[in-house]
């Protein structure tokens, strides 16, 4: 093989020691067919009588009051155990025809990728290269070509009959082939380079692992059509009307074409990777063989190449005569893997919502889209890392700028967002949300992938920084640092993708409506209704599970390991501006104590400012520093979270002990008055200044940066006429909501049914409360009642109870640690309430009523002699009298088991 070592390179071949683009694209393929698969064998499986039976058992409910009553905060326990008893084993039946449609697809993928080797073996006569006589020769330089291909083991070589100079690489789990053509095999002696660079490509398959991959491509490609696609299109023919069938034929064919086009894509991939780990005369000889290919390479050729197995030849070519192309991650891929997520996302969601567990602590809605996060999470982590590490690697490597990942994962949101209303369910779905609240919430999602795509691109330019080009071990390991990162980050943003477009599906149950009855308006959602609705979000998830928001703050400080300098920065920024906020802070009280006119609303005014939900003060602080850690252009918006959390670590204990000492104002200075704060408080406090604060810090921080990019480029002269075109729109949008706010405001008037004597603010000075106690109840058990008795509860105007009436008919509560306490059987009872209510109301003739009550931060308990009792429930509908004076407003309400509460308002001067 003399003529043959002429051709060797005189360096090894340089391939990144990261994850293969074939890889990433393969595990898209698999997360589109199983999706896919899993709603069209549900709907293969229908039970269509039972369906029925089903549908005419929930359509003579129609009498029954709706089972839940969301405007009302209320549950008809009689019309959910209606509609549970005729959906019956609805829930079951779902996941068994899911998991019987993974089943099929399994065994059928299973079927076609044992069978394929040796269907192509006795399809094509292939014979075995070490029994042919005379062979010596060639099979001596074909090990030493596999010795040169670094590959431990040998394959198996076959001889095929066709004249072609190619060859191909198959097999199954631990037997591999090689595919000589009988051309090739004769170029041996008349070719001997071409022969050599052929087989090194051959070689290549082995030495990057591809072959599993693609006769498992291959597999799911055929598998697909023929346990999906047929069963699915011969049911929805036989049982979807005629008028139907177009629709849903067109999405049909929109699934096949995803599934072959990712397919396809993991073939071409694996051309490419080979190529790469030719060099020298072996990479020219290729590029030579490619050159005499008379392929058309024209516009719609290129098109189509996206619909072929094989890449172009003139692809191919200049995939080697460039290796600099390689620095690019294509959105096209992130695309693509975007797509397959998003069709996936929906049915397993279901599937995961009919799990009997989900994760600890969320509701079955947020735990179940939190595992299907998880799911995709990784796939998906997968191929950002590794397109975006690889352009960072090549470019460390050969020069040139590396991906900024911003492009591909703005590719990657849109995807997501794409598949997810290609999905099947969507296109059944009679309660998507309105276009505006759907657009808004597209453009955060892509806004959230620009970030995903740039936090990982920084994480690789900054990780690869610091490690040896030649270190493939250390590369490795900081790369797989970062798929876990990455996996942890698109997890939670396809978590919260998911649960945020179900809160906001149009319907009576929906958490926007809900939250906009809290702001005083359940029928009209407004943007602030949206704003409102992510900032619940994250305060739910901090409440129900804070593990949730903390693993994703941990993982997204990845990049921050890489540069310590800059980390020793943010950590100083963050503790200055700390301890300057927890100084600050005692100055804020005093501040608002003496800036309160009235001092009887003064502390409630000063509750609500520390102890509210928002918790204001923690939040301004970390937000600025966010801000000021971005204005530098030596910190990232990662090191901003970092220094935002560091502040939040100083401030918490700090608001902890301002909330101990709330109960001293407007009292004698003594420490007697120091009581220490519920620990719901205090884990709210905690958690404000660790988890929620730093989130909204760091989405403040990256619009700054990319505000401040934007205008920076724009401020450039070719592009000025662009910046004067966006403040014009800006202009006319201000200017159009300024006139359609004040058209709105001016529409409102009193509602009639409604004395105008009770608008306005209202503080509590003095409240009675009587409530009977059975002996058997958890209270009467806590007092040791031996038989049904009555509590009576007072408080007075020191606690902090505040009612504000509006003139739109809603009316809100709100509660700072209000206490009222009496005796029952020798026992001291406490009840403490804290948080908002929200409700309509009316008046008139001396009768009051209340109703479509929601609370918010609801904090209810009964505490006797030390023992406490969580008495939360939903806010029912009540009626009562009242008398209301130029200042003084007494209101008391009836209830049906003879309780009673009568409170009395003070007018507030504020």
Request: with cysteine.
């Amino acid at each position: 093989m003399s003529e043959a070592t002429s051709h060797r390179a005189g360096h090894a071949a340089v391939t990144p020691p990261l994850p293969s683009p074939a890889l990433g694209r393969f595990v898209a393929v698999v997360t589109a067919v199983v999706g896919t698969s899993m709603f069209g064998w549900q709907t293969v499986l229908i039970d269509a009588a039972l369906t029925r039976e089903r549908a005419e058992c929930v359509g003579g409910l129609r009498g029954f009051p709706p089972p839940i009553d969301v405007r009302a905060g209320t549950v008809n326990e009689e019309s959910a155990a209606a509609v549970q008893r005729c959906l019956g084993t609805l829930h079951a039946d779902v996941v068994r025809q899911m998991l019987v449609g993974l089943a099929v697809l399994a065994a059928v993928t299973a079927a076609i990728y044992l069978a394929a080797p040796w269907c192509e073996r006795r399809l094509r006569d292939l014979r075995r290269l070490d029994r042919m006589p005379g062979t010596e020769a060639l099979r001596a330089d074909l090990a030493a070509l596999v010795r040169e291909a670094g590959l431990r083991r040998p394959p198996t070589f076959v001889v095929s009959r066709s004249a072609r100079v190619s060859g191909n690489t198959f097999g199954t789990f631990g037997v591999r082939y090689v595919r000589l053509d009988l051309g090739l095999v004769h170029a041996h002696r008349t070719a001997p380079g071409v022969f050599r660079a052929v087989v090194l490509h051959e070689l290549a398959h082995l030495r990057n692992a591809d072959v599993d991959l693609t006769r498992l491509t291959i597999a799911m490609a055929w598998a697909f059509p023929l346990g999906v696609l047929a069963p699915v299109a011969v049911n929805y023919a036989g049982a979807v009307p005629a008028a139907h069938l177009l629709g849903d034929a067109w999405r049909l064919a929109v699934f096949a074409l995803v599934v072959q086009v990712s397919a396809w894509s993991v073939l071409r991939a694996r051309e490419f990777a080979a190529d790469a780990r030719l060099t020298g005369l072996d990479a020219a000889t290729a590029r030579a063989m490619l050159a005499a290919d008379r392929t058309r390479a024209g516009r719609w050729s290129r098109l189509a190449a996206v619909f072929r197995f094989q890449p172009l030849a003139g692809a191919r070519a200049d995939e080697l005569a460039r290796p600099a192309r390689r620095v690019a991650a294509r959105p096209v891929e992130a695309l693509g893997a975007g797509l397959a997520a998003g069709i996936a996302a929906p049915p397993l969601l279901d599937l995961m919502s009919q799990l009997p567990r989900t994760l600890g602590g969320p509701d079955p809605l947020t735990g179940g889209a939190f595992l299907v996060g998880l799911l995709l999470g990784a796939p998906l982590a997968l191929v950002t890392t590794g397109a975006l590490w690889r352009s960072a690697w090549w470019a460390r490597h050969g020069g040139g700028p590396a991906s900024r990942g911003g492009l591909f994962g703005a590719a990657l949101a849109v995807g997501l967002l794409v598949g997810r209303r290609l999905a099947w369910s969507a296109g059944y779905a009679s309660d998507r949300p309105a276009w505006w609240v759907e657009l808004t919430w597209a453009v955060l999602g892509i806004a959230g992938g620009v970030l995903l795509g740039r936090w990982v691109a920084l994480g690789a330019r900054a990780h690869l920084r610091r490690v040896a080009v030649d270190d493939a071990t250390r590369t490795r390991l900081a790369w797989a640092g970062a798929a876990v990162a990455t996996t942890v980050l698109t997890a939670a943003f396809v978590a919260s993708f998911l649960v945020l477009d179900a809160w906001s599906a149009d319907s009576e149950v929906s958490m926007p409506r809900v939250l906009a009855a809290r702001e005083g308006h359940p029928d009209q959602v407004t943007a602030l209704t949206l704003l409102d609705t992510l900032g619940w979000y994250v305060r739910v998830l901090a409440d129900q599970a804070p593990y949730l928001l903390a693993l994703p703050l941990a993982a997204a400080l990845y990049p921050v390991l890489a540069n310590r300098h800059a980390t020793r920065r943010a950590i100083r920024l963050g503790l200055v501006a700390g301890v300057v906020g927890a100084a600050a802070l005692p100055a804020v009280v005093a501040g608002v104590a003496v800036a309160v006119r009235d001092p009887g609303l003064g502390p409630a005014a000063l509750r609500g400012l520390v102890d509210g939900h928002t918790l204001l003060p923690v939040t301004l602080v970390e937000m600025t520093v966010a801000v000021a850690a971005v204005a530098s252009r030596r910190l990232s918006v990662w090191h901003a979270l970092l220094a935002a959390g560091t502040a939040g670590l100083v401030l918490a204990p700090v608001l902890v002990a301002v909330t101990a000492a709330l109960p001293c104002l407007g009292t004698a200075a003594d420490l007697g008055c120091v009581r220490p704060p519920e620990q719901v408080l205090v884990v709210r406090a905690v958690s404000h200044g660790l988890l929620v604060a730093p989130v909204f810090a760091t989405l403040a921080a990256a619009l700054g940066a990319a505000v401040t990019a934007a205008l920076a480029v724009a401020a450039r002269t070719r592009h000025r006429r662009w910046l004067l075109a966006g403040a014009a729109v800006v202009v006319l949008l201000g200017a159009s909501g300024a006139v359609a706010g004040v058209h709105r405001g001016s529409g409102r008037a009193a509602v009639t049914g409604q004395d105008g004597c009770l608008v306005g603010v209202w503080r509590l000075t003095a409240g009675r409360y009587h409530v009977p106690v059975a002996a058997d109840s958890p209270l009467g058990t806590l007092a040791g009642l031996r038989q049904d008795a009555s509590v009576d509860l007072a408080s007075g105007p020191e606690t902090g109870f505040a009612s504000a009436y509006r003139v739109d008919g809603t009316a809100t509560d709100l509660f700072d640690l209000t206490v009222a306490e009496g005796s029952l059987n020798g026992h001291t009872v406490r009840n403490v309430r804290r948080g908002t209510q929200t409700y309509r109301w009316t008046a008139g003739a001396g009768r009051y009523r209340q109703r479509d009550g929601v609370t918010a931060g609801d904090v209810n308990l009964l505490r006797v002699d030390g023992r406490k009792l969580d008495i939360r429930s939903v806010m029912a509908d009540s009626e009562g009298s009242y008398r209301c004076t130029g200042d003084r407003l007494v209101i008391r309400l009836t209830a049906d088991d003879g309780s009673w509460g009568e409170e009395t308002f003070a007018r507030s001067r504020a």
